[in-house]
């Protein structure tokens, strides 16, 4: 693959930034055909839909920020002669070509692309058939970047196939894929594991899990609580699950206190046989398979706890590997939960809604990975490249 010069990458961002920002009303037109032809019944997916002011705004901060970024591509890792006089030098190197299936959200348009791009891959972006008209027009607005600045428009390419049709591509695809990463719910990501004949980086799948040990600071619980389940419903750090410990003082108070703040935000409460004693006019878990979903909505598990062990046991085997906090004023239980909770990111007495990659100082993210393979969490410009090995001899040859 040809290695662009950071400059000339650069010079396609400036450009991309004057666009979009002199485009702005037409994206936010095409965007309102999207809108008005989407049913608003999944207001998670209509949230992710939506391109306004703020939107375009963010879009163009996004691109600015990675601008700023150094450019990750031939970044020296090691360099080391051996005995034998054999040098051997290791550096960081482009993926090649990667393409992100995602559901929504018109600004992966942008922050994917622009992260790709800046990280000298060439990408295949695949939307979903609800943000068609946003994205095309955002597509256009990455060719005349491209081609301003004399690039060829296949460096950035939004992909206009359907279902059977990415089937297809993925089984079969016409150029070399080296990595594919799906943004979005269970359904999509089964769906390109099972037909993906590359490397498939897993992103976007919450299901968090938060435990109120019984030494925690109940208006500290009560507060992160209501932030990470209700400041924004449509994204994967979202709470679903919370754990209370029995043992805490007040148990039933708080429990019923807690009962009402959700209510009172309108957050729907599934609880377990054991909560429900106390909180009788809950809805009782329907069944096992609750304990997997990923709400994407003011829905809320509470259940009750008996200790940190059992805890992470079952947050480990129920979570989506993404976010999971435990509330404690107690460092080394606090320890001994962010050690062995087996997630991309574990919080102490903070909010999951941090799991984000401006959040945590990566800047804009391709997705949130929850692989271990090859790098977990926001997946930052940093992320987006493998590494290569340059051996330099003189005639050497192994004995």
Known sequence: MQLLDSTIKDKV?????????????????????????????????????VVNEAKVDG????????????????????????????????????????MIIYESRPDVTIEAAVLAFKANNKIFLKGGKEAKNSNIILEKCWHEALEENGLAK???????????????????????????????GERLIQFVKDHAKCAVLVSGRGNNFLYVAEDADWEKAVKVIFNAK??????????????????IPAYESKLKELQTVLKEANVKILVDEK????????????????????????????AEADGIDGVIEKINQYSGGHSACIITEDKD????????????????????????????????????STDKLHHRGPLGLKQLVTNK??????GHVRV
Request: net charge negative.
């Open 275 to 302: 909560v429900s004693a106390t909180l009788s006019n809950e809805e009782k878990i329907p069944s096992e398979d609750t304990w997997y979903e990923e709400f994407l909505a003011l829905k809320i598990v509470l």
């Open 154 to 184: 296949d460096w950035i390419e939004l992909m206009h196939t359907n279902r059977t049709e990415t089937q297809e591509f993925l089984q079969n695809p016409p150029v070399q894929l080296d990595l594919i990463v799906p943004r979005g």
């Open 59 to 98: 879009m163009i901060q996004a691109i600015k920020e990675v601008k700023e970024q150094d450019d990750p591509v031939g970044k020296e890792i090691s360099d080391r002669t051996l005995d034998s006089g054999l040098k051997i030098i290791n550096k960081t190197a482009p993926f090649g070509t990667i």
């Open 389 to 394: 090995y340059y051996v330099y001899g003189d």
């Open 230 to 247: 209700t400041d924004k419903i449509s994204g994967c750090n979202a709470l679903d699950k919370v754990f209370i410990d029995k043992n």
């Open 333 to 368: 239980k606090a320890a001994k939960f962010m050690e062995q909770i087996d997630s991309a990111a574990v919080y102490h007495n903070a909010s999951t809604r941090f799991t984000d990659g401006g959040q945590m100082g990566v800047g804009a993210e391709l997705a949130i």
């Open 13 to 49: 961002l400036d450009s991309m930034m004057k666009i979009i920002d002199r485009e702005r009303s037409n994206i936010i037109a095409e965007n309102k055909k999207d809108l008005d032809a989407f049913n608003k019944d999944d207001q998670a997916l209509y949230d992710r839909l």
